[in-house]
């Protein structure tokens, strides 16, 4: 059964840096897109950024310029480098991945449990 598991996420400063994590296991024969989204207190879930199976990425607007996502696709893995972080980045943060499984079956969306990252001095 397929997990994605995150893991980086914590208290920091404005201005401060953090690093996510999420590693996906479980019946995988490929991934294809991954990505990672954010849900803040009263807000939907959005995307923060996403990259393709060709290492291609995607950024809101928000983040660009302080955000880089990347992956090691031999470890099915998905980094976020989140760097001058704002008390508005706030947020759970969501892995997201898009997976064809070892049976043929698929592609289907998963997604990670979150992971609260919070931005305040």
């Known amino acids: 059964q397929v997990q994605l598991e995150e893991s980086g996420g914590g208290l920091v400063q404005p201005g401060g840096s953090l690093r996510l994590s999420c590693a996906a296991s479980g019946g995988i024969f490929s991934v294809n897109g991954m990505g990672w989204y954010r849900q803040g207190p009263g807000k939907e879930r959005s995307l923060v950024a996403h990259i393709s199976s060709f290492g291609v990425p995607v950024y809101a607007d928000s983040v660009k310029d302080r955000f880089t996502i990347s992956r090691d696709n031999a470890k099915n893995t998905v980094y976020l480098q989140m760097n001058s972080l704002k008390p508005e980045d706030t947020a759970v943060y969501y892995c997201?991945?898009?997976?064809?499984?070892?049976?043929?079956?698929?592609?289907?969306?998963?997604w990670g449990q979150g992971t609260q990252v919070t931005v305040s001095s």
């Open positions: 997201n991945a898009v997976i064809l499984l070892s049976t043929g079956r698929g592609p289907y969306n998963y």
